[in-house]
C-alpha cells in the first residue's frame, strides 16, 4: 500500500510513530491471535489501534 509513496514521505511518516518504523501485517496478526486465544478471553468491546502510537 505505501510502495507509492517515496523515500521522504514515508520517513516523514515514520517519524510520527513512537516505534519509528511502519507496521506490518504481523503486527495486526500478533492482536488478532492474541484476542482469539485464551489470553484474551476476558478482553470484550474494545477498540484496539494497531498503529504504533502514530500521533498524526
Do not use: C, H, T
Not at 511502519?22 to 494497531?50: C, H, R, T, W
Request: a negative charge; aromatic letters at 6%; proline letters at 2%.
Amino acid at each position: 500500500m505505501l510502495n507509492v509513496y517515496d523515500d521522504e514521505i514515508l520517513e516523514n511518516l515514520k517519524s510520527n510513530i513512537s516505534l519509528e518504523r511502519l507496521g506490518k501485517p504481523e503486527d495486526v496478526a500478533n492482536v488478532i491471535i492474541f484476542l482469539s486465544s485464551d489470553m484474551g478471553d476476558y478482553v470484550s468491546g474494545q477498540v484496539i489501534g494497531v498503529d504504533g502510537n502514530q500521533s498524526i
